[in-house]
């Protein structure tokens, strides 16, 4: 198993963590911590902490995302092929010639006669 592959499955992990994170937030406030925590006195657990809890693991998780898509493009190979361009160096360019086919000879019936 190849460096990008290991890299490749890593972020799509990660990728469907941070999904899971999001959709478990309400754009509102509410989300998993106002299902807790309903009534103003009776908190079950820290609400404040949960939704911290929440924000804190979206940032983590989207920079962990970030720097894994950034370190696979290093894992990329090249797979052994010569990758330097020689579109600026003059005198590697060979001349191609024009050569147009002719069509082979036909041959006549000429001498069967």
């Known amino acids: 198993m190849s460096t990008f592959t290991i890299f490749l499955i890593l972020i799509v992990?990660?990728?469907?963590?941070?999904?899971?994170v999001v959709m478990v937030q309400n754009p509102k406030g509410g989300g998993l911590s106002s299902t807790f925590?309903?009534?103003?006195?009776?908190?079950?657990?820290?609400?404040?902490k949960t939704t911290d809890f929440l924000d804190k693991s979206t940032w983590a998780l989207a920079t962990l995302l970030l720097v894994l898509i950034l370190l696979s493009n290093l894992a990329i190979d090249g797979g052994g092929?010569?990758?330097e361009s020689r579109a600026l160096d003059g005198d590697t360019t060979t001349p191609v010639e024009n050569?147009?086919?002719?069509?082979?000879?036909?041959?006549?019936?000429?001498?069967?006669?």
């Open 81 to 83: 092929v010569n990758t």
């Open 99 to 113: 050569v147009i086919p002719t069509a082979p000879e036909q041959q006549t019936e000429e001498g069967t006669e």
């Open 13 to 20: 992990i990660v990728a469907f963590l941070l999904v899971v």
């Open 37 to 48: 925590g309903g009534g103003g006195s009776q908190q079950l657990g820290g609400v404040k």
